[in-house]
């Protein structure tokens, strides 16, 4: 069925709404970031401004209180991220090629696991890491994220890894290569794009996540996150550094899946053809 150009316009005036309620509200609040704070309130609101980067330098120069954070997000994002790849492919990989029983049963788990709102965790976790003496700490953060990085990689990396043929691995063992070699020599390469994928989307993950940090920390190892928290106060809000301080936050994640968009696209298209 030709669709006659009116039609088409309609479809793209849509399209444009739609686009506008999602993007705009972002584009807003990154210019908002780039704001004198004198203008964050002027009725009309107003589209061209002098451009100042006066919030980035309260935030992160000058006091830059929340310079510190920053590092402490890489430090939980990345250290989350390289504890869960080791457990999650394991598991990954017995779930993919051994007969478990239960096996449906402890896929249903995990999903569960992501399922539930964290929120759930939190007074038991707080409670154990108290009596461990890990309260305020990188590695109580680290620990605890992997509620959410493991379940997810684990159902990401199954797929990747159901997808690589079990007919090179049986070649490899013919030629007497053990179990483990045949994973570190065959399987992983082969897997690789979507261990990358899964590797971004694991820290993206911990770096968003602001539920555990703003419990499980202390003012030394405060994330991003909850530093964007902290503009909130009995004084008012502070918008402007809010908003510096979220555009500095969607940096890293952006920075990571335009330099590794290619290995996504890989990823999410790995065994789509089987020849």
């Known amino acids: 069925m030709r669709v006659s150009a009116s039609q088409k316009i309609l479809l793209y005036m849509l399209l444009g709404i739609v686009l506008l309620l999602f993007i705009g509200p972002i584009v807003w609040f990154m210019l908002l970031a780039f704001r004198h704070p004198s203008e964050t309130y002027t009725i009309p609101p107003t589209l061209f401004f002098n451009p100042t980067l006066q919030s980035f330098a309260t935030t992160f120069v000058d006091p830059g209180n929340n310079a510190p954070q920053l590092v402490n997000s ?27 029983r239960g096996k ?29 003496g890990w309260a305020g700490t990188y590695q109580a953060m680290i620990v605890l994220l992997q509620t959410i990085t493991i379940p ?19 070649a490899a063992r ?27 989307f694991a820290f993206v993950f911990s770096w968003n996540n602001v539920i555990f940090p703003l419990t499980l920390s202390k003012q030394a190892t405060a994330t991003l996150p909850v530093g964007t928290i902290s503009f909130f106060a009995s004084t008012g809000v502070y918008w402007n550094q809010i908003a510096a301080t979220a555009v500095v936050a969607m940096l890293p994640p952006m920075l990571i899946f335009l330099l590794l968009g290619r290995y996504v696209v890989r990823g999410l298209t790995f065994g789509a053809v089987k020849g």
């Open 174 to 200: 013919v030629d007497g290569a053990t179990r483990f070699v045949m994973f570190l020599r065959v399987t992983l390469p082969l897997a690789m794009p979507g261990i990358i994928v899964t590797s971004m």
């Open 74 to 100: 890489l430090i939980v994002s990345t250290g989350t991220t390289l504890l869960s790849l080791p457990f999650s492919l394991a598991a990954a990989y017995g779930l993919s090629r051994f007969r478990l």
């Open 104 to 132: 449906q049963f402890i896929m249903m788990w995990y999903i569960s696991l992501l399922m539930a709102p964290p929120i759930v965790f939190i007074i038991p976790y707080f409670i154990l890491m108290t009596q461990i």
């Open 152 to 170: 997810f990689s684990v159902w990401l990396l199954k797929s990747f890894i159901d997808d690589v043929p079990v007919e090179l691995e049986e």
